[in-house]
């Protein structure tokens, strides 16, 4: 009977050393070993023949190796699997890929670009200029009055203080349509978008870091009548085609006359509701034709050019455009509320 226990012991060694990559070849062995006409399937159909003295002493070891066949192919087969798996991942170049979560642009970059967009259409050039700028640029050439009160410490944040022309940063881009007049002579039509600053408490309506675009428009016979259509189209652009305008009278040192403009609620459409406190109308900008003491101190001939001005917070806009209801949502960077943004397109 030690040809049983050879069998056994060399099946064992055989079924631990097995060794197999595919599938198919652990199939293979399965049936080689454990299949119906397989070497353990035979050695049991011979056991039961044994008289039961024999079976006490073979039964055991014979169970011991069919388990250990058994585990060796589950093994064998798991891991022959796994490599299926990974090899079909790597060769299967249609399998879609991890989808990376994509960032969306702010919703100020959306609308300051749509803006820049619609006066592009326009004809107007784009101008930008430095945010820490120097008194003459920001007040001076602008026809502020030495003791204004927008020069004051209230409104301004100084840089520099003591010196005649104190730098400063700006408090809005009208410093650079003076930087345009005065490297080139009309007709000139720039907007100026960029960012400004002004010592204010922080709250839903007010920021001491905002972006603004001003307008400025310069040629010959220049009329309230042009300011007025230019800004009318402005605000259909943006806010729709149904969009209605008024001016109110208003003062800047640097136009004359002035104007603020107030578009017609895109929400209820001038009926009156709660964005636009209910008088139908919200304000969007302010406006006028430049003062002659602004185009004489940049070098423009007074008598010859006349033009208009217009200046507008991007904050503002992108409030009314889309109803949000608190400046600060739009410098705390919240996922929550920039993805809300991710399927704005620009005009
Ligand atoms: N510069 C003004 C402001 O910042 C806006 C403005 C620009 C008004 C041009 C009139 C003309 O408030």
Known sequence: MSSMKEQIESLLSEVSALKASTEKEVEEARVKYLGKKGEITKLFE???????????????????????????????????????????????????????????????????????????????????????????????????????????????????????NPLLLRTHTSSVQVRTMEKMQPPIRVICPGRVFRNEAISARAHCIFHQVEGLYIDENVSFADLKQAILLFAREMFGPDTQ???RPSYFPFTEPSAEVDVSCNICHGKGCNICKGTGWLEILGCGMVDPNVLEASGIDSKKYSGFAFGM??????????????????FENDVRFLREFGTCVEV
């Open 46 to 164: 011979e056991f039961r023949t044994y008289p039961s003295e024999l079976k006490k002493e073979f039964g055991q070891r014979l169970n011991s190796l069919k388990k250990e066949a058994m585990s060796k192919i589950e093994e064998l087969r798991e891991s022959a699997s796994a490599l299926t798996a990974t090899q079909q991942s790597k060769d299967d170049v249609s399998m879609p890929g991890d989808p990376l979560p994509l960032g969306s642009r702010h919703p100020v970059s959306i609308a300051r670009q749509q803006i820049i967009n619609i006066f592009r259409k326009f004809g107007y050039d784009v101008a930008e200029g430095p945010e820490v700028e120097d008194d003459y640029h920001v007040f001076e050439a602008l026809n502020f009055p030495p003791n204004h009160p927008a020069r004051d410490m209230q409104d301004t944040f100084f840089v520099s203080v003591g010196h005649p």
């Open 245 to 247: 305008i008024r001016m």
């Open 313 to 330: 917070g991007i904050e503002r806009i992108a409030m009314l455009k889309w109803q949000v209801n608190d400046l600060r949502h739009y």
